[in-house]
C-alpha cells in the first residue's frame, strides 16, 4: 500500500492541449524542473491559455504558441507578449515563485532533457530570465536549443508529448503564411491532470 502512494505521488502531472485540430497529451516535468512546469500549469489553470493560438508554426522544426496577442491569430504583435507580472506556486517545493518583467521567470536551467521530438520546451527573447508564457512544441531534433549547447539559443525542456504526436505533426504541417497558420489553430482549453495540490 505504502509503495503504490509514493508511486501515485513521484508520478508527474499530466497536461490535455485541447486544440481545434485534437488534443495532445504532455507529462509536465515537475520533478525535474519545478519552476518552469508550475508556471505553465499555474497559467494553464487559470484559463490563460484558453482561446490563444499557434502563432508560429514551421515544418521540420517546431509549433510555437502562449502569447497572449494570439488571441487575436492576425496580430502583428503575436509572439511578442507575456503573462502579468505576479506570483505562483511551486508544486513541488511548496515555494512561492514570481513572475516579472514583463512576466518572466527566473531561467531553469538543471536538467539536461533535450530539445527532441515531442519534447515541449521554454521559449523567450533570446536574453537570460526572459521565459514567461510562450512555448515550443519540438518536432524534430533541435539539439542546438539546449542550454546546455554552445550558442546563444537557450531553451529548457519541461515536457514530452505522450499522446497525439500526430496532431502535433498535423499542426507543423498546415498551409502557413510568414510561419503564421493560415486557418487559425485555437488552444481551446489546457487542462492538467495527476496534480497533487495539497501536498505541499
Request: aromatic residues 8%; glycine residues 10%.
Amino acid at each position: 500500500m505504502l509503495s503504490l502512494m509514493l508511486t501515485s505521488l513521484s508520478a508527474n502531472p499530466i497536461a490535455t492541449l485541447s486544440t481545434t485540430m485534437g488534443d495532445i497529451k504532455v507529462e509536465l516535468f515537475l520533478d525535474r524542473v519545478p519552476r518552469t512546469a508550475s508556471n505553465f500549469i499555474d497559467l494553464a489553470e487559470s484559463g490563460f491559455y484558453s482561446g490563444l493560438h499557434f502563432h508560429r508554426v514551421i515544418p521540420g522544426f517546431m509549433n510555437q504558441f502562449g502569447c497572449p496577442h494570439s488571441k487575436d491569430p492576425k496580430s502583428g504583435r503575436a509572439g511578442t507578449g507575456g503573462p502579468p507580472d505576479g506570483t505562483f506556486k511551486n508544486y513541488k517545493t511548496g515555494e512561492t515563485e514570481t513572475r516579472k518583467n514583463g512576466g518572466n521567470i527566473v531561467d531553469e536551467n538543471i536538467s539536461k532533457d533535450t530539445n527532441a521530438p515531442g519534447t515541449l520546451s521554454m521559449a523567450n527573447t533570446g536574453r537570460p530570465n526572459s521565459g514567461g508564457s510562450q512555448f515550443f512544441l519540438n518536432v524534430a531534433s533541435n539539439s542546438n536549443l539546449d542550454w546546455f549547447s554552445p550558442g546563444p539559443s537557450k531553451h529548457p525542456v519541461f515536457g514530452k508529448v505522450i499522446e497525439g504526436m500526430d496532431i502535433a505533426m498535423a499542426i507543423s504541417k498546415v498551409k502557413t503564411a510568414r510561419d503564421n497558420p493560415v486557418v487559425p489553430i485555437e488552444m481551446k482549453s489546457i487542462t492538467v491532470e495527476g496534480l497533487e495540490k495539497d501536498e505541499v
